[in-house]
């Protein structure tokens, strides 16, 4: 298998706007706000084009430093993201978020990277960076629904072990359920475009499998250590109570 992709030029790429317009008709026929909607495909946009100019920079420059820096950023708006459905100080869960989603991230990739991929040099930015945008983005949607399911849980007056239960297993759900559908219902992003690169479907299996490990570990560990982290500190009366 030798056929790889073709490039898209942008009057083709203007296509794919068409469906998307078809869901903007449906808001506007139904009387449903589409600011938002236009607001998220518009930022869609820029923000991919942007990122395509600076990681060709990046690839081409191949610093250690500006890898470093990148991978810092997105663990920064990831966990600024990942408050957005939990109420609350935002400075100290900005923190709780950040602590989980770089430990889990950083673990994650290192052993993903390091173990399975054994890449040379460690910071290659055409490997690290994909894969770390893959797990920042599992543990924020991890971290985002296990808090805002917690503290509603703690709202009503549950007690925390019952509250921490409740919360990873409610942020677990959608990765249980990709675990469950891939390969019969899906077939992911990434084994999808090296299939449509002329990858052989078997190596892209093995790739699937790591990325799926990848994500679901991510999530996991970050929902875990956030919930732990957000644990309320008992005061001295509650404690001899």
Not at 7 to 12: N, T
Not at 18 to 32: E, G, K, S
Not at 51 to 80: C, H, K
Not at 138 to 161: I, Q, T, W
């Amino acid at each position: 298998m030798t056929t790889s992709l073709a490039v898209i030029e942008l009057p083709q790429l203007a296509l794919a706007f068409i469906p998307v317009l078809v869901v903007l008709f449906i808001q506007y026929i139904w009387l449903i706000p589409q600011k938002r909607t236009v607001h998220s495909v518009i930022r869609m946009l820029v923000q991919l084009l942007l990122v395509g100019f600076f990681l060709s920079y990046i690839f081409e420059i191949s610093s250690a430093y500006l890898v470093l820096i990148l991978l810092l950023i997105m663990v920064l708006f990831s966990s600024w993201i990942a408050l957005n459905n939990i109420d609350g100080p935002k400075l100290v869960l900005f923190q709780k978020a950040f602590f989980a989603i770089a430990l889990s991230g950083g673990f994650t990739l290192l052993v993903i990277t390091q173990g399975v991929l054994q890449v040379s040099p460690w910071y290659h930015p055409q490997t690290l960076i994909p894969l770390a945008g893959m797990v920042f983005a599992s543990s924020m949607n991890s971290v985002s629904l296990s808090g805002e399911r917690f503290y509603a849980e703690l709202a009503n007056k549950s007690r925390y072990e019952q509250a921490r239960n409740t919360a990873f297993q409610a942020s677990m759900i959608p990765n249980v359920n990709a675990l469950l559908a891939v390969g019969i219902v899906s077939l992911p992003g990434m084994m999808t475009g090296q299939i449509l690169s002329g990858v052989s479907p078997f190596i892209a299996a093995r790739y699937q499998i790591m990325v799926m490990c990848m994500i679901f570990a991510s999530a996991g560990i970050s929902s875990a250590y956030f919930l732990y982290l957000a644990k309320p500190k008992l005061k001295p009366k509650e404690i001899e109570a």
